[in-house]
């Protein structure tokens, strides 16, 4: 499949950022959290405006590059001309949560397999893990209403997410709101191994929690998350040179 290279059309942070979204993409479907074409990772343009990138509806997400990625605005309209259908049902919770966090530069979700099955424990996510004590100060749970499809269901998203980072959908999968693209995906790292780990650890038998105490010291010390040490972009990019070992037509 020909994309024509949008790098000279658009502005160099917008080309950047259509790069790391588009390893992102490869990303995901190399770890195997990705559902098929379904599913989004959105990004925030840089500038005033409020608009964004999403994948292509009907592409896989390893088939994904910087310049099939659409433009979008807040309603999921194309701004830019493009070949490639979007999905506006798709976007209904992405776009619910960058109109009530002006800091959300982007949302991650996707339909993993450890994340399903602990959206849809009663438990919800355990404190059995390091990696759980990095999100669980932050996590917030949404009941299921069925497909999203629907705007009149943003306002009850909004709410149930105030201002955590981290969202269950329960019965769906999880949802992670970061302040960049780096955010987001360190944040997602986290929670994805925070579930595996889970269904890993009960298929066993009884877990021993951490303790209240210490899960609070271990989210106040999650280095990856603080900005005074990248805030994940030094994982980020050791993870896109992963990528670019393996195939570097993402950068098309």
């Not at 992102?24 to 190399?30: E, F, T």
């Not at 994948?55 to 309603?75: C, H, R, W």
């Not at 271990?218 to 670019?244: I, K, S, W």
Request: proline letters at 6%; aromatic letters at 8%.
């Amino acid at each position: 499949m020909h994309i024509p290279s949008l790098k000279e059309v658009v502005s160099a942070d917008e080309w950047q950022l259509r790069c790391d979204l588009a390893a992102a993409y490869r990303l995901v479907a190399a770890y195997g959290w990705s559902d098929l074409v379904f599913t989004h990772i959105s990004a925030r343009i840089p500038g005033p405006e409020h608009h964004f990138l999403i994948n292509p509806y009907g592409l896989m997400f390893d088939e994904i590059t910087a310049s099939s990625l659409v433009k979008v605005d807040q309603d999921c309209n194309k701004l830019s001309d493009s070949p490639f259908p979007v999905n506006p049902a798709g976007f209904v919770i992405h776009s619910a949560i960058h109109a009530a966090r002006e800091d959300a530069g982007c949302v991650l979700h996707t339909h993993s397999r450890a994340g399903v099955a602990v959206s849809a424990q009663k438990c919800g996510v355990l404190p059995i893990s390091q990696q759980s004590t990095f999100v669980l100060g932050s996590l917030a749970y949404h009941d299921y209403e069925g497909v999203a499809l629907r705007d009149d269901e943003k306002p009850r998203l909004q709410a149930d997410l105030g201002r955590a980072n981290y969202l269950m959908l329960r019965n769906h999968g999880p949802v992670v709101m970061g302040k960049s693209l780096t955010d987001a995906f360190i944040k997602y790292w986290a929670l994805q191994r925070a579930c595996e780990i889970q269904m890993a650890t009960l298929s066993m038998g009884p877990a021993i929690p951490v303790p209240e105490a210490i899960a609070i010291k271990c989210t106040r010390d999650a280095l990856q998350f603080n900005p005074n040490h990248g805030a994940g972009q030094d994982v980020f990019d050791a993870l896109v040179r992963q990528v670019d070992r393996i195939d570097t037509s993402y950068q098309n």
